[in-house]
């Protein structure tokens, strides 16, 4: 079955870095769009950003553009999301995510939190 499986979140002071991981299973990831989500306490759930199948595309929240970037790696079914310059405001659960035949998959979030 599909599996997502995202790694990479912590602590983190303000101005810092983190590189998220997804990891894909349970479908042809390489023919597939992929996007990071995030929700942040009492918010709604937002997308941060996608990729598309082969990296030619990609695109970003407003929020994140110049600080994150995401990239894939197909041979090893993975996704990433590098992170820098964070802000308090960037704490949230992060999600990886992609759809198949109109159906959403998600993976189990990962917690980032950036905090002095």
């Known amino acids: 079955q599909v599996q997502l499986v995202e790694s990479g979140g912590g602590l983190v002071q303000p101005g810092g870095s983190l590189r998220l991981s997804c990891a894909a299973s349970g479908f042809t990831f390489s023919i597939y769009t992929m996007k990071w989500y995030r929700q942040a306490p009492g918010k709604e759930r937002e997308l941060v950003a996608l990729i598309s199948s082969r990296g030619g595309t990609t695109t970003y929240a407003d929020s994140v553009k110049g600080r994150f970037i995401i990239s894939r790696d197909n041979a090893k079914s993975t996704v990433y999301l590098q992170m820098n310059s964070l802000k308090p405001e960037d704490t949230a659960v992060y999600y990886c995510?992609?759809?198949?035949?109109?159906?959403?998959?998600w993976g189990q979030g990962t917690q980032v939190t950036v905090s002095s």
């Open positions: 995510n992609t759809v198949l035949a109109s159906i959403d998959y």
